[in-house]
């Protein structure tokens, strides 16, 4: 193991087993601030608003730290190796379990693969069904549909409307308010929740296949 890969190494089993630290400054901080948040805390106690100083400080550096990790996790693949392959729980100790990595992690990319473009076209979609006013109202046509599909590249502020393009509605061609029945805009998910997603779904489905294929073999 050279130089570089055991300092990472030590860097790495730095970051989990002062993660309790860091929980423990984010919920004092949290309960110091309340409900409604607040300025930092400032403490009566000498020795306490000292813990709280010093916790501050060791959660700036563990940040830094956790930043630098990430970034050479990115950039060196012998690091990948020695860390992503144990939390995954990728062994290959033999030809057999190369095999069975191999064959999973084809199927693994491909099921992730398949789940990134049904996300892509879901979080464009826009369906809206809404009943018509009375005045509007015609025998077997009591309300509309409206299906869209919006082309976002970036965030949209709130006087700009994103394109919208293959538009198709059916009723008149102006709408007046009325009772909205049924609406969906996108992917009711932050781009946090998407990607926590998508990591639980790589990593769950790389032991699935994982099985399925070992069971073949």
Not at 28 to 55: H, K, M, N, T, Y
Not at 137 to 144: T, W, Y
């Amino acid at each position: 193991m050279s130089r570089f890969l055991r300092v990472n190494t030590w860097v790495g089993r730095y970051l989990v087993l002062a993660s309790p630290l860091v929980l423990a400054v984010v919920v004092w901080g949290a309960i110091a601030a309340g409900v409604e948040g607040g300025p930092p805390p400032r403490f009566a106690s000498g020795a306490v608003q000292w813990a709280w100083d010093l916790l501050g400080i060791h959660l700036l550096a563990w940040l830094a730290l956790l930043l630098y990790f990430f970034v050479v996790l990115v950039v060196s693949s012998a690091l990948r190796d020695a860390v992503l392959t144990r939390l995954a729980g990728i062994r290959e100790r033999d030809e057999r379990e190369e095999l069975i990595v191999g064959q999973a992690a084809r199927a693994s990319w491909l099921s992730t693969l398949a789940l990134l473009v049904f996300l892509l076209l879901l979080s464009g979609l826009q369906v809206q069904v809404r009943e018509l006013p009375a005045h509007l109202q015609k025998p077997g046509a009591r309300g509309s549909v409206s299906i869209g599909y919006v082309i976002q590249l970036q965030p949209v502020s709130s006087d700009r409307q994103p394109a919208v393009v293959n538009r198709t509605e059916t009723g008149p061609s102006v709408l007046e308010p009325g009772d909205v029945r049924f609406s969906f805009s996108g992917v009711p998910l932050s781009s946090s929740a998407l990607l926590l997603i998508l990591l639980c779904w790589h990593v769950l489905s790389f032991h699935l296949f994982s099985r399925r294929v070992s069971g073949r073999c």
